[in-house]
T-cell receptor, first 114, second 115 residues
Framework: DTAVSQTPKYLVTQMGNDKSIKCEQN?????MYWYKQDSKKFLKIMFS???????INETVPNRFSPKSPDKAHLNLHINSLELGDSAVYFC?????????????FGSGTQLSVL | KNQVEQSPQSLIILEGKNCTLQ??????????LRWYKQDTGRGPVSLTI?????NTKSNGRYTATLDADTKQSSLHITASQLSDSASYIC??????????????FGPGTSLSVIP
């Protein structure tokens, strides 16, 4: 079973559209994240939720809205998509407060905005 | 400014050879340093974690070192295999409460192992 799964794997859409990416983790972790990896391969954190509450919100346009219905799910909704939103988006999870608080990543969603 | 730099940017080696990847950081206060391996089309996977007091940590053919004084880390890969071809990312955590307080990713080193 995949520990952190996100769908879809690929997403191709037109500028101006609204799209969602879903993420689920079955590790029992209490913290989930969304990261953006640009063309230069830098991973940048966008959001983090701990027990369904937003704890990190980096400088991200408010067109991006995360939603956490429960601590096993963190979805990302993007309104009015722009060309610059094209990137790979990674969902991740971790257990806060453990000594080895490593991130477990999903396989990524490659978003292409045309 | 908290920053993580890696070198080289890319590296090509022959199968069976050893290689060493470098990571320099300016992160304060330092919490821990991790190396992640990212295969093409996949998410990063943690290889090692090192805290301030640890100098060396091994995970199979991967050995990471940390010099907290010079703020440098290295990842040594022994007897490379074709499956080692991937991007290796150095990640440094700042802060004292939890490691996610400020997690800074390096740009990665792209390693290609050729037969």
């Amino acid at each position: 079973d995949t520990a952190v799964s996100q769908t879809p794997k690929y997403l191709v859409t037109q500028m101006g559209n609204d799209k969602s990416i879903k993420c689920e983790q079955n590790l029992g972790h209490d913290t989930m994240y969304w990261y953006k990896q640009d063309s230069k391969k830098f991973l940048k954190i966008m959001f983090s939720y701990n027990n369904k509450e937003l704890i990190i919100n980096e400088t991200v346009p408010n067109r991006f809205s995360p939603k956490s219905p429960d601590k096993a799910h963190l979805n990302l909704h993007i309104n009015s998509l722009e060309l610059g939103d094209s990137a790979v988006y990674f969902c991740a999870s971790s257990q806060m407060g453990t000594r080895d608080e490593k991130l477990f990543f999903g396989s990524g969603t490659q978003l292409s905005v045309l | 400014k908290n920053q993580v730099e890696q070198s080289p940017q890319s590296l090509i080696i022959l199968e069976g050879k050893n290689c060493t990847l470098q990571c320099n950081y300016t992160v304060s206060p330092f919490s821990n340093l991790r190396w992640y391996k990212q295969d093409t089309g996949r998410g990063p996977v943690s290889l090692t974690i090192m805290t301030f007091s640890e100098n060396t940590k091994s995970n199979g053919r991967y050995t990471a070192t940390l010099d907290a004084d010079t703020k440098q880390s290295s990842l040594h890969i022994t007897a490379s295999q074709l499956s080692d071809s991937a991007s290796y990312i150095c990640v440094v955590s700042a802060g004292k409460r939890t490691s996610y307080d400020k997690v800074i990713f390096g740009p990665g080193t792209s390693l290609s192992v050729i037969p």
